[in-house]
Every structure is written in C-alpha cells, then in structure tokens.
C-alpha cells in the first residue's frame, strides 16, 4: 500500500515522506522513519484516498498519514 507520511509539529520542516509498506500503521503506533527519533512519528491521523483515473476507470489508492509526537493525555 502506498503510504504518504507528513511530520508535524516539529521545529525543523521535514519534506513528505512516500513509503509502499504491506500494512497500514495504527493511531498511536511510531513509525520508524530514517533520522526522526520514534517520539516524533507516532501516529496521529490516518485518511485513505482512493484514487480514481477516469480514462481507464482504474482505481490507484493511497493512505496519508500525520505524524508527530504522542498527545498527552
């Protein structure tokens, strides 16, 4: 599945990050991310888009995920 993963809440900008992984993380699980310590990348909001080419009429989804550090509480 393809993922898009966008960091917030960080000082530093970060650009998006496109990952194919076989499984779809989970609200509140870390995603290993090269050079973000883990505290950074829990995740906070998972949205699927399905994507739909209407020449061919082939459907090509992805998954956008938020990332960023856990929320209190």
Do not use: C, S
């Not at 990050?17 to 499984?23: G, H, I, K, Q, S």
């Not at 829990?42 to 960023?68: C, M, S």
Request: net charge negative; charged share 25%.
């Amino acid at each position: 599945m393809r993922i898009q993963f966008r960091l917030v809440g960080m000082v530093e900008q970060h650009d998006d990050v496109w990952l194919d992984l076989p499984v779809v993380p989970r609200e509140g699980e870390a995603v290993k991310l090269p050079g973000i310590p883990e505290y950074d990348t829990v995740v906070r909001t998972v949205v699927w888009y399905p994507i739909v080419n209407d020449e061919d009429e082939q459907t090509d989804p992805f998954v956008y995920v938020v990332l960023g550090a856990a929320r209190p509480g």
